[in-house]
């Protein structure tokens, strides 16, 4: 039956069109933000996961920071111990050198004072913003390691913990004498466990200055990953979303024919009343 009031083929066809047109929007818009999900109303679900990784990627982008400024910290208190450690060597040298009977004590002995005043110096500028790890009074240094999310959500901060040398308390410089060979023969026990010390010290720096390295490169490749599941969540396929607006445009053409010819329909009942 044909209807001039009701006419079901318009009202089929222009419901099509309008969900081609819907399509198409998206389509649209996939493409000119790059993201099949670019806002909550897009997909609830993977909206919200993308958001909360989102804001982890941000805190371990901090967290890259963090281990950078503690990285180049030891990197500076290593430094230094491995200079002081081959100052005492030098020191060493003068020690034994002060244990003969025809030496000039004097020099060497003003040779030594320098020598310690510059081990001292070193202490005392082997700081990396304020933080130095060859003092007293730098103590220990906490370095943001990482941020750990549990299944429940729950995000707790780790930290590495890089311990103060002290060489200001533990290397006692003035227990080497080599104002008479005498001095100087008693200093080198003394001379020898500084020099273990320094070692000791320098070596605890370079271990945690490669623990530090290791876990910079680390929290480097989980941002990345993250980042990389991000775009696998909510990144739009261009390829098919070309694919798929070529395919819309054309649906949208024949959709329009289609409305327009279910329209003109009723016009042909003229026909019956010429």
């Known amino acids: 039956m044909t209807s001039i009031l009701t006419n079901n083929g318009a ?15 998206d389509t649209q ?8 999900v670019a806002t909550a109303k897009d997909n609830s679900a993977i909206w919200a996961i993308s958001k909360v990784m989102e804001s982890d990627v941000a805190g371990f982008n901090a967290v890259g920071d963090s281990l950078a400024l503690g ?15 081959d100052l005492l060597k030098e020191m060493k040298e003068k020690v034994i050198n002060a244990t003969g009977e025809n030496v000039d004590s004097g020099k060497l002995s003003a040779e030594v004072t320098e020598l310690k005043n510059q081990i001292t110096s070193i202490i005392g500028s082997s700081q990396f913003n304020g933080a130095n790890l060859l003092n007293t009074a730098g103590g220990d240094l ?27 308390a533990t290397l006692t410089l003035s227990s080497v004498d080599v104002s008479t060979s005498t001095a100087a023969e008693a200093s080198i026990d003394d001379i020898e466990a500084l020099i273990q010390t ?23 490749k989980v941002t990345d990953a993250m980042k990389s599941g991000i775009g696998a969540l909510v990144d739009a396929d261009m390829e098919e979303a070309s694919a798929r607006l070529k395919a819309l445009q054309t649906q ?5 024919q289609a409305l327009s010819i279910a329209n003109s329909a009723p016009q042909t009942l003229q026909q019956l009343f010429r």
């Open 11 to 25: 009202m089929v066809a222009l419901q099509t069109l309008k969900s081609i047109n819907m399509n198409l929007e």
């Open 29 to 36: 818009n996939a493409i000119s933000t790059g993201k099949d």
């Open 71 to 85: 990285e180049s910290t030891v990197a500076v208190a290593t430094a230094g111990a491995e200079q002081i450690t």
């Open 142 to 168: 906490t370095v943001l390691s990482s941020l750990d999310r549990d299944s429940t959500g729950t995000v707790t901060a780790s930290n590495i913990t890089v311990t103060s040398v002290d060489f200001e």
């Open 198 to 220: 320094a070692v000791d010290g320098a070596a605890a720096l370079g271990a945690s200055a490669a623990r530090i390295e290791k876990q910079s490169a680390f929290v480097s």
């Open 252 to 256: 949208q053409q024949l959709g329009v």
